[in-house]
């Protein structure tokens, strides 16, 4: 594998190159830039990204005024829901994690915008401060949208080219979320085991998934049923994203090793894991400028590639010279 570039390329994607650093002269791998799909920046100290090897994040729940007002500039590259916008006393309102500034109670599907708890209101909100998703709440265990607030919510959020992403949690939220056409899940379902019909319907609609598997690690029905359906769901050619919830208990900032193992423990491996990291999902193209770099020699297998990924580190791409 060493000095091999088609060996690496075959093992971790067409994206691979060896290359090494000018300022150091230290060998490794250059990938695109690696991207956390579901994170939570209010809860977290960011400075630790870069070095992790995550160079560009999704924030899935925040104030939407702190978010639009974090400089541009700044590694992790940053594209964020603003406010969770939930039902009337729905997840996550009285959550001890969730101050009232990330959420918005929506109670009526007005598509007109300056309605008191519209379904337009709260979307636009969300555009104004320069949201690039727009998440939803689907807890059974709370109040959840009636069907016509949440379809004039997706239709909103769609009219201004944003997709949708839920989180759903307990029984019947899927089923919610298909009919409402929900793009993406915040989590690979874990309440229950899918059929493999729903798993299917949910492929050919379209949705992708954020896999979020570690947070289930004490869980056992949790982590079976998540594991179980983000499997299905891959076999059956569904676009998974790498994704961590970030915020929610003890986790690393930047690669999360436990989540890309367990990912990998779901089947999906090698350059198939790869693409769940450097999917740019919701930017519309790769992040500019930078590069996720692992310095040292490549893994020799796909059973090395989860530790391996463990030394991952942002570096400018001017800092990088190829090696083939």
């Given at each position: 594998?060493?000095?091999?570039?088609?060996?690496?390329?075959?093992?971790?994607?067409?994206?691979?190159?060896?290359?090494?650093?000018?300022?150091?002269?230290?060998?490794?791998?250059?990938?695109?830039?690696?991207?956390?799909?579901?994170?939570?920046?209010?809860?977290?100290?960011?400075?630790?990204?870069?070095?992790g090897g995550i160079a560009g994040v999704v924030d899935l729940g925040g104030d939407p005024v702190a978010l639009?007002?974090?400089?541009?500039?700044?590694?992790?590259?940053?594209?964020?829901?603003?406010?969770?916008?939930?039902?009337?006393?729905?997840?996550?309102?009285?959550?001890?994690?969730?101050?009232?500034?990330?959420?918005?109670?929506?109670?009526?599907?007005?598509?007109?915008p300056g309605v008191a708890g519209g379904a337009a209101t709260a979307v636009e909100e969300q555009v104004a401060f320069g949201a690039a998703v727009i998440k939803i709440a689907l807890h059974s265990d709370?109040?959840?949208?009636?069907?016509?607030?949440?379809?004039?919510?997706?239709?909103?959020?769609?009219?201004?080219?944003?997709?949708?992403?839920?989180?759903?949690?307990?029984?019947?939220?899927?089923?919610?979320?298909?009919?409402?056409?929900?793009?993406?899940?915040?989590?690979?379902?874990?309440?229950?085991?899918?059929?493999?019909?729903?798993?299917?319907?949910?492929?050919?609609?379209?949705?992708?998934?954020?896999?979020?598997?570690?947070?289930?690690?004490?869980?056992?029905?949790?982590?079976?049923?998540?594991?179980?359906?983000?499997?299905?769901?891959?076999?059956?050619?569904?676009?998974?994203?790498?994704?961590?919830?970030?915020?929610?208990?003890?986790?690393?900032?930047?690669?999360?090793?436990?989540?890309?193992?367990?990912?990998?423990?779901?089947?999906?491996?090698?350059?198939?894991?790869?693409?769940?990291?450097?999917?740019?999902?919701?930017?519309?193209?790769?992040?500019?400028?930078?590069?996720?770099?692992?310095?040292?020699?490549?893994?020799?297998?796909?059973?090395?590639?989860?530790?391996?990924?463990?030394?991952?580190?942002?570096?400018?791409?001017?800092?990088?010279?190829?090696?083939?």
């Amino acid at each position: 594998m060493n000095g091999n570039p088609f060996a690496l390329r075959a093992l971790l994607g067409p994206s691979a190159v060896l290359c090494r650093t000018a300022l150091t002269g230290s060998h490794g791998v250059a990938l695109p830039p690696f991207i956390d799909h579901h994170v939570h920046l209010h809860l977290i100290d960011e400075s630790g990204f870069a070095a992790g090897g995550i160079a560009g994040v999704v924030d899935l729940g925040g104030d939407p005024v702190a978010l639009a007002r974090r400089p541009l500039e700044l590694i992790p590259h940053l594209a964020y829901a603003g406010a969770i916008l939930t039902a009337q006393g729905g997840y996550p309102s009285g959550r001890t994690w969730a101050p009232s500034s990330i959420w918005r109670e929506v109670t009526d599907s007005s598509l007109h915008p300056g309605v008191a708890g519209g379904a337009a209101t709260a979307v636009e909100e969300q555009v104004a401060f320069g949201a690039a998703v727009i998440k939803i709440a689907l807890h059974s265990d709370t109040a959840v949208f009636d069907a016509a607030t949440l379809g004039a919510i997706v239709e909103v959020a769609h009219e201004n080219s944003l997709p949708v992403v839920a989180h759903v949690q307990g029984e019947g939220m899927l089923r919610l979320a298909l009919d409402a056409e929900v793009d993406v899940l915040a989590h690979a379902p874990f309440s229950e085991a899918l059929t493999p019909d729903l798993v299917s319907e949910c492929v050919e609609a379209g949705q992708q998934w954020v896999s979020t598997l570690d947070i289930h690690r004490d869980a056992p029905a949790a982590i079976s049923h998540a594991t179980q359906n983000l499997a299905a769901f891959a076999a059956a050619d569904g676009r998974v994203l790498y994704g961590t919830d970030l915020g929610n208990g003890e986790l690393p900032v930047g690669i999360n090793v436990r989540e890309v193992a367990a990912i990998h423990a779901a089947g999906i491996q090698g350059s198939a894991l790869i693409d769940t990291l450097i999917d740019a999902w919701p930017y519309s193209d790769a992040l500019a400028g930078v590069a996720t770099f692992i310095p040292g020699d490549p893994p020799a297998s796909i059973e090395d590639i989860p530790r391996w990924l463990a030394n991952a580190t942002v570096v400018p791409h001017e800092e990088l010279v190829h090696d083939d």
